[in-house]
């Protein structure tokens, strides 16, 4: 956009001055004509003074000043010696300077809209990558923001499953240690049932040996 504003006040500038530059140059030519088709420099001594002015300042607000500088002084010569030739000479660099600036202002716009045009299309192309990219960034904040709800939640579940797994494993735990007791108990009165029945035998053969 620098860039942009920069050429464009170029643009601007260069088309003030051209257009500064035809309005005192019209002036002048005017002038020649009137001198040319015979009115004395008497009769047009004033607006000598106001065209010779109107000059002064072009040069003096143009990049370009010194391109005014023969024509002033070819003016001032013509209070003095005025022939047709001299006339015809002179007006025929003013038109001709006149020319270029037309032709210059008419080639700068040109240029001007052609890099409107560029500057235009290249905006429309940047604001356009510009909305693909913030749709893309909002696609991915969404995203982002789904996969911290799952992680979220995956989280909730492996706390939750961790708690059940911690209480599974102490309930198993208790149950082993209740079995262990279990059977600890089991044989303990396995081996008490088999010394009684060995006492039970050994009485049962006491009095079977007495009833021989």
Known sequence: PAQRDQEHNEYTNTLAEHQQGIKALDGAIQLLNHLQSGTSFIQLKKRFERVTSELL???K????GHLYSPLIQALADLASKAT????AKILKLFNELRTAFARDSQTATQIENKQQESWTSLKV???TERDTLQEKRANLERQIENYRAIITDCNNNIEYLTKQL???TENLNA???QCEKLSTLYV???E???RELEIVGRVLEFFEKRAK
């Open 57 to 59: 300042e072009t040069q």
């Open 61 to 64: 607000n143009s990049r370009n």
């Open 84 to 87: 047709p030739e001299m006339i």
């Open 125 to 127: 192309d940047l604001e």
């Open 166 to 168: 911690n209480l599974a």
């Open 175 to 177: 149950t082993v240690e």
């Open 188 to 190: 303990t009165r396995n």
């Open 192 to 194: 008490e049932r088999v």
